[in-house]
Every structure is written in structure tokens, then in C-alpha cells.
Antibody, heavy 121, light 112 residues
Framework: QVQLVQSGTELKKPGASVRISCKAS????????IHWVRQAPGQGLEWLGI????????TYAEKFQGRVTMTRDMSTNTIYMELSSLTSEDTAVYYC??????????????WGQGTLVTVSS | DIVMTQSPLSLPVTPGEPASISCRSS???????????LDWYVQKPGQSPQLLIY???SRASGVPDRFSGSGSGTDFTLKITRVEADDVGVYYC?????????FGQGTKVEIK
């Protein structure tokens, strides 16, 4: 079965960087796009960007340009999201989500369990 | 960016009664291929979001037929014919027509 398993909780100081992993299993890794979405405490969902697992093309939300980097390791079927220059406003649960292979749609059919990142001095 | 606006933001419901959530987009989500690129997700307490409806009206696998999506262009609706206790959570619409993907603010459905 398809699974996206994310790395564990992170506690970071302001100014630091965080790297979250999303390990995929149960499907052909290189045929799918992976998105990253975050949710601040008590808030809604915010899209950070997308990576093509095959060719490593990325598109980032303008808000995070220059601070976010998404990469993939095809040898371990793992996607990484690194966010730098952290502030308290980056405190959130970060999710990876797979975009469907259905060429007519672009919905997210599987989600990771989420990774809590807390930024605090 | 396409702005997504949901209403209401809070929806107390009585089990067995219907419920409806509206989602409006600042630009048409109708693609030239005839599909509306609008999805509905639900986030149940303590869980990751999960897909309910895609392309405005297609029910995801395993989603009960109590849930239905409708609409086109800029106005969309999620309907639950008979709310059950397990339906509590926050419901989000999301447009997938353009990057960046954008979400509505979320509608919290709770049992009266």
C-alpha cells in the first residue's frame, strides 16, 4: 500500500534551518509529484511547493523563494524539504502529499503523517 | 494568486441533518478540457487532511455517497446529505488549476 512516512518532531532556534524527510513506499516513486503543505497552530493549510520525483524539477511558492529547497533521493525513495532562516512564524506541522497520477486531475491522493517543527529560542 | 473563500467558517450540525459548505474562487477554475480544478479535503481531529472530492464533483475512493460536490467556474459547494458524528472536522477546498495551489480558510464542522 502507498505510504508517505515523514521524519520526526523538530525543535529549532530562530535563524536555524530544518530538513524534513518524506519516505515513499508502495508505488513507483519516480512517476509522481510531491507537494509540501504546512499548517501553523490552529490555522489553515498553506502550500510551500512541488517537486517532480523523476527529474527533480521544483516550483516554490513565492513567499518561500530563497528559503526553501526540495530535493529527492531516488536510491531511497525519499523527498526532502529544507527551510532556512527560521522564525517563530515557521512553527507548524509540515506535510508531504502525493499528487495523483491521473493526468486529468491534480489532487493529492496520499498524505504523510505530518512533522511538527517548533521554532523557539 | 487565486484566492479561495469558504463559508461558513463554522458549521454546527445535527446528526441526520444535511450540511452545505460554499467555496468561491477569485478566478474561474474551469480548464479548457472541461474540468473544474477544485478539490475538497477533510481534516479530522489529530489527522492529516484526506481527499473527499476532486475535479469539483468526483468522489474519492471510499468516500460515502452522502458527500457530493458541485459547481463550476468560481462557485462550488460541498454537501453532506445526512451528517454523522464521524464527519466532524475541518473541511477545505483547494484549487489545483494554477500554481501556487491555494486553499480556502477551512470550515469547522461540529455536532450540535
Amino acid at each position: 500500500q502507498v505510504q508517505l512516512v515523514q521524519s520526526g518532531t523538530e525543535l529549532k532556534k530562530p535563524g536555524a534551518s530544518v530538513r524534513i524527510s518524506c519516505k515513499a513506499s508502495g508505488y513507483a516513486f519516480n512517476y509522481f509529484f510531491i507537494h509540501w503543505v504546512r499548517q501553523a497552530p490552529g490555522q489553515g493549510l498553506e502550500w510551500l511547493g512541488i517537486i517532480n520525483s523523476n527529474v527533480s524539477d521544483t516550483t516554490y511558492a513565492e513567499k518561500f523563494q530563497g528559503r526553501v529547497t526540495m530535493t529527492r533521493d531516488m536510491s531511497t525513495n525519499t523527498i526532502y524539504m529544507e527551510l532556512s532562516s527560521l522564525t517563530s512564524e515557521d512553527t507548524a506541522v509540515y506535510y508531504c502529499a502525493r499528487e495523483t497520477a491521473d493526468l486529468s486531475s491534480r489532487h493529492f491522493d496520499y498524505w504523510g503523517q505530518g512533522t511538527l517543527v517548533t521554532v523557539s529560542s | 494568486d487565486i484566492v479561495m473563500t469558504q463559508s461558513p467558517l463554522s458549521l454546527p450540525v445535527t446528526p441526520g441533518e444535511p450540511a452545505s459548505i460554499s467555496c468561491r474562487s477569485s478566478q474561474s477554475l474551469l480548464h479548457s478540457n472541461g474540468y473544474n480544478y477544485l478539490d475538497w479535503y477533510v481534516q479530522k481531529p489529530g489527522q492529516s487532511p484526506q481527499l473527499l472530492i476532486y475535479l469539483a464533483s468526483s468522489r474519492a475512493s471510499g468516500v460515502p455517497d452522502r458527500f457530493s460536490g458541485s459547481g463550476s467556474g468560481t462557485d462550488f459547494t460541498l454537501k453532506i446529505t445526512r451528517v454523522e458524528a464521524d464527519d466532524v472536522g475541518v473541511y477545505y477546498c483547494m484549487q489545483t488549476l494554477r500554481t501556487p495551489r491555494t486553499f480556502g480558510q477551512g470550515t469547522k464542522v461540529e455536532i450540535k
